[in-house]
């Protein structure tokens, strides 16, 4: 409203008091708005509100306040609290993308079936000591499908090795394995999946024998045996997936591996204290 007042004395030479009056606000409250000033921590909160914005659009909308907090606490080297965050995005009108839920699908057990050994003890010592994989199923065109293969370090939820194919079989998850252990030879991790046809067949057994990982398998219908794995599937497709159309199979592979990037190397968290998973990886 002062702002309208302004340009209009400004650009039609419109008396100040008839349009204060016009507008039904005091002459002595528009001149005090004229001359008032931003203090220094207005400015800091309206610059901080552009940064906010800026990293807001950058992953088009994926980022809540807390991811928001810990990406510009380090960019800006402050320790602004979530508060702040969350009020500048609330005034901004800033919400992070919806997540949606995964189907809870019955698996079906087959031939090498074996015990939930990791028991939900989603904590590790040190890197390649638990690892998790699963597959899920991304759409795209007019209804067709790609199938993302992954393992998951449970010590700092790095990805370690992931495989995109048109088809949801055998080599899918055999070519997961073989990459994990092209980067991480000899180590012998407790190796968490679900019941699906791929991890009960001979081929994985096989590879179990060849490689020596420790085998476990979630109960039948208990996603959340397998939650850091399941966890990465909703945090990529809500932050990347479900934000652009994929019209061929190569707009999902370069999606999946632009985000896998920034997951692994830039999306820091603040349960591993600020550091992004491979950083973390690294100071290990």
Not at 91 to 115: C, D, Q, T, W
Not at 131 to 146: M, S
Not at 198 to 203: A, F, G, L, N, P
Not at 255 to 263: A, G, P, R, T
Request: hydrophobic fraction near 30%; include cysteine; charge should be positive.
């Amino acid at each position: 409203m002062y702002q309208a007042i302004q340009e209009l004395h400004s650009e039609k030479g419109y008396a100040i008091t008839k349009l204060c009056k016009l507008a039904g606000v005091a002459r002595s409250a528009y001149y005090k708005w004229l001359k008032w000033k931003p203090s220094t921590r207005e400015l800091e909160m309206i610059s901080l509100a552009k940064e906010v914005k800026l990293r807001y659009d950058k992953r088009k909308g994926a980022l809540g306040y807390r991811q928001i907090r810990t990406q510009l606490n380090r960019k800006l080297k402050k320790n602004y609290n979530k508060k702040r965050y969350y009020r500048i995005m609330c005034a901004l009108g800033l919400k992070a993308v919806i997540r949606r839920k995964r189907p809870n699908y019955v698996k079906a057990s087959e031939i090498h079936v074996a015990e939930n050994v990791m028991n939900r003890e989603f904590q590790a010592d040190a890197p390649n000591m638990k690892w998790c994989t699963d597959v899920t199923e991304l759409k795209y065109g007019n209804g067709r499908k790609a199938y993302l293969s992954a393992i998951l370090d449970v010590y700092d939820n790095s990805i370690v090795s992931w495989v995109l194919s048109p088809s949801n079989n055998n080599k899918l998850v055999m070519d997961t394995v073989k990459k994990a252990y092209c980067k991480n030879s000899g180590v012998t991790p407790l190796l968490h999946s679900d019941r699906g046809f791929q991890y009960t067949s001979h081929e994985y057994n096989w590879l179990h024998i060849k490689y020596g990982f420790m085998k476990s398998m979630s109960r039948v219908s208990r996603c959340l045996d397998n939650q850091p794995i399941e966890r990465f599937w909703g945090t990529y497709k809500s932050e990347s997936y479900y934000l652009t159309k994929h019209d061929t199979y190569e707009d999902v592979l370069k999606d999946v591996k632009e985000y896998i990037h920034y997951y692994n190397n830039y999306r820091y968290t603040e349960c591993l204290d600020g550091l992004s998973p491979n950083e973390y990886r690294r100071a290990a």
